[in-house]
């Protein structure tokens, strides 16, 4: 199940971006990526996420190396790793349609059919991970609501809880929680420590270092166009082996 980029090179057109980066994700662990604004955190992200492929080296997920295998196998692996960005974006639609909109895109035609049955003759309604999730992130109560009522930090709750009622295999966040204030920042920290404990590896990029520090198990530290350092957090925070590491958490490096 693991997720890994293994020694990619990515750019865009003339720009380079990474030169021979490798980083892992298994499931049940918490992976931040720390690092300055514009090193290339989301760039990576991306190719977790099989969104792009890397100009060189490659992405393995299960083994596999994900642009080897056929499109509809990619296509299976790609719905198996849940991503959330920066900002929320949600439909003109309940709260309860916004959560559930992952478990319809992932039901296959037959899962379909019986939810549409099921709801025919009022049994169950097929949604209980999507409350389930929405409970995770605190706004059960708020299912009926309408999604352009919520505030920024509550927006963001219900697009984790979509990536979450989807039951990933892993879960990518690209700066979850930059636009939101201490409260809603905190909800969302404490379920990515719920989907850990459910077994979901989970990849978080971050500028906020006491983030990474907060919730990771492991941090990669991307500088100049590399993953100069990547080790468990205490490690990383308190005894890194890398001098531009310490520079760069004590702040002396500003870039
Ligand atoms: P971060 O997430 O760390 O802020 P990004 O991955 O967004 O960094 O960006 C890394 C570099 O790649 C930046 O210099 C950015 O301008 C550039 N970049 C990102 N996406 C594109 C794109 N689609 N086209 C061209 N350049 C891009």
Not at 95 to 120: F, K, P
Request: hydrophobic content about 40%.
């Amino acid at each position: 199940m693991t997720l890994e980029a293994i020694d990619v090179h990515h750019g865009y057109g003339n720009e380079t971006v990474f030169e021979g980066v490798s980083l892992s994700v298994t499931p049940g662990e918490v992976v931040g990526i720390i690092g300055p604004s514009g090193v290339g955190k989301s760039t990576l992200l991306r190719l977790l996420a099989l969104f792009d492929a890397p100009n060189r080296g490659s992405v393995s997920y299960k083994n596999d190396d994900v642009w080897q295998v056929s499109e509809q196998r990619r296509l299976e692996y790609r719905r198996q790793i849940g991503m959330v960005f920066q900002e929320a974006s949600l439909f003109d639609a309940s709260v309860r349609r916004n959560a559930e909109y992952g478990l319809r895109v992932r039901q296959t035609w037959a899962d379909r059919l019986r939810h549409e049955l099921s709801s025919i003759v009022g049994k169950t309604n097929g949604t209980g991970d999507a409350i389930e999730a929405l409970d995770t992130v605190g706004l059960r109560e708020k299912v009926d609501q309408d999604a352009s009522s919520l505030s920024g930090g509550e927006a963001q709750r219900v697009a984790f809880a979509r990536a979450l009622a989807y039951e990933p295999d892993i879960l990518l966040l690209d700066e979850p929680t930059s636009d939101l204030d201490p409260r809603n920042t905190a909800v969302i920290e404490e379920a990515v420590l719920e989907a850990k404990k459910r077994g979901i590896g989970v990849v978080i990029a971050t500028h906020d270092m006491h983030q990474a520090e907060r919730i990771a198990d492991r941090v990669a530290v991307l500088l100049e166009n590399d993953i100069i350092e990547v080790g468990d957090t205490e490690t990383i925070f308190e005894n890194p082996t890398d001098e531009r590491t310490r520079k760069f958490i004590e702040g002396e490096l500003v870039y």
